[in-house]
């Protein structure tokens, strides 16, 4: 069944069980893949917070590639973007042509036009790995 967002309610309510009911140290597996489904229905705060939890935990996670970016993507979602920017000018994602994309989009929301393009241009191959409605808002 799906609530009237079209969230999968039972495959959320699964994975926040399985979060909350794993050992300590197989709780971010789940806290991610949560995290990632909050993400995928426009839930971004609540994705945020999923991964926020993952790096509280676990700081190390903080240099993980793929936690990087979808703490960088929900901030942006939020339109955190003093957040975002923090996040971006971390070592691990500074030139990753992914994070080029986020930080294009945020340019092009402070309608700084010349970055924003450029920006586009610099990580458009890095945009074929979004779904058609993520592409379409950048």
Not at 4 to 24: T, W
Not at 58 to 68: G, N, Q
Not at 86 to 96: A, I, P
Request: charged share 30%; hydrophobic share 45%; proline share 4%.
């Amino acid at each position: 069944l799906q609530d009237k967002s079209g969230v999968p309610r039972e495959r959320l309510r699964i994975l926040q069980h399985q979060a909350a009911d794993a050992p300590r140290g197989r709780r971010n597996q789940f806290r991610y893949a949560l995290g990632r489904m909050f993400f995928a229905h426009g839930l971004y705060a609540e994705a945020r917070g999923a991964f926020e939890a993952i790096v509280y935990t676990e700081p190390a996670a903080a240099r993980d590639r793929a936690t990087a970016m979808m703490r960088i993507a929900s901030a942006v979602q939020m339109e955190r973007h003093d957040d975002a920017r923090k996040l971006l000018n971390d070592d691990v994602v500074r030139d990753d042509p992914e994070a080029l994309l986020w930080r294009a989009m945020i340019d092009a929301r402070e309608r700084n036009w010349p970055r924003a393009i450029a920006g586009f241009r610099a990580g458009e191959g890095a945009l074929e790995g979004y779904a058609n409605a993520m592409q379409a808002q950048m």
